[in-house]
């Protein structure tokens, strides 16, 4: 498995506007193959970036979601003002190496 995060550094005034943004897209991972889960963390200072995570079955799954028509599609839209970030988004790709999971009592 890997995961994949796109470290985004949002002026403090779009807080807000950018989490909106993402609760209202049409997502289309559910419809990609090897898709196992998506997350936007929130900074808790908030000098450092939202963290928007994705985790794939392998790197294929990935590069399959980034060259897809779904992807184009969802990331052509402008959906904030080139002011609301404080620097480029890096993105960074690891795998994953151990997980430990919660399960239920």
Request: glycine letters at 0%; a negative charge; charged letters at 25%.
């Amino acid at each position: 498995m890997i995961a994949v995060s796109n470290r985004i550094l949002v002026h403090p005034e779009f807080h807000e506007l950018f989490e909106q943004r993402f609760a209202e897209r049409e997502s289309h991972l559910d419809d990609m193959d090897g898709f196992i889960s998506f997350q936007i963390l929130r900074p808790v200072k908030e000098d450092d970036p939202y963290v928007v995570m994705t985790v794939w079955e392998n790197m294929e799954a990935f590069n399959n979601w980034t060259n897809s028509d779904q992807f184009r599609q969802q990331h052509s839209k402008q959906q904030l003002p080139p002011e609301a970030f404080l620097a480029k988004p890096k993105l960074e790709i690891a795998e994953i190496i151990q997980q430990q999971v919660k399960v239920a009592d």
